[in-house]
């Protein structure tokens, strides 16, 4: 079972749903801005991935398919979650050309 | 290149042309909300305010989550240029394209990140997932079609736009993956999959026009002097194929 939040840089929650293996469990989406004809690069496999293809791996990876702020995706509840990675943040000099 | 001779060279190319000196001159105000950067797998996203009453959104370059980039094949860099590179192009290639780009500048906020900057951007009316355009404004799709095609855009879903209803004003959002190379993953690419579902795949005068001038260009309409050189190449050669078949790019390729 995967959850997802669909959230707005605000910090609203617009949409929620909860998807299986076997499909769509739940939603809650009264702006219908959830689109199951999306395809994602999957979390797992790193290949696009449909809803039809593998219902549970395309709703774990659409954060990377809702990911503005306008609107973006959270996946809060995953029962075959990715593992954490250390993204070790990068350090750049600020500069400016003389005379720029 | 050094990530900081790429940062320097886009803020003097700023310097030179932005029409929207706001985004790069209006101090910091203060930040609405920063989230996403605690659940792995969210690009972060922090709404802020610069004086003015200037609302942004603002993708810090660290916010962007490493594996979404590299299941796109960029890097946390490439992926803050990109957004910032296909705003100078529409910008260069002029109407209808600096209509439908969001203006998107790299700007350290300290207050945000010490270490590295992000991409800025004001916040756009407007809703995603919206289908409307292709029924209202489609001269608009039109134009994105060529756009995503001729950037390399990755990955164009309902959610990388906005329409405003009130306006009938389509805004392309979201470049960050972007200036794709040859095997690098695309999907989602709505407008130019339209465009050739269409049969509207051949080129217009304006068009080639516009590739033309890139082509001519020594730097890419400036994009050599900041960006990667092989999404520069990349391209350069869909700008050629482009031109020399007078068609879109085949859907999905880079």
Known sequence: MVKVEFHTAEGEVVATMAVAASGLEKIEDP?????????VIGVHTGKAVAFDDDSEEWARS??????????????VDDDNPVSPVDQKPMEIEERHLVGA | M???????????LQDEFEPDRALLDAPFDRITKKTGKEINGVNQQVALYLEGDLYCYFKPLNGVDVTTADAFGHTLLSSTLAECAAWRLAHRFG???DRIVIPQVLRKLP????????????RHEGKTNRSDPFEHAREYCVAAAFFDSLIGQQDRN???WLWDERTGQLKLLDHGFAFGRPGDETVNLRFSQWRWKQKEEDLLEAELEVLTRLLESDDLLGLRQFFDEDRCDALSARATQMRDSRKLMPNGEL
């Open chain 2, 95 to 97: 109407d209808p394209f």
């Open chain 2, 111 to 122: 207050a945000v990140d010490e270490r590295a900057p992000g991409a800025l951007a004001r």
């Open chain 2, 158 to 160: 309902k959610n990388n």
């Open chain 2, 2 to 12: 050094d990530p900081a001779d790429q940062t320097t060279m886009l803020y003097a």
């Open chain 1, 62 to 75: 659409l954060p990377r398919a809702y990911r503005n702020p306008y609107l973006f995706a959270v996946v």
């Open chain 1, 31 to 39: 702006q219908s801005v959830v689109d199951f004809t999306v395809n």
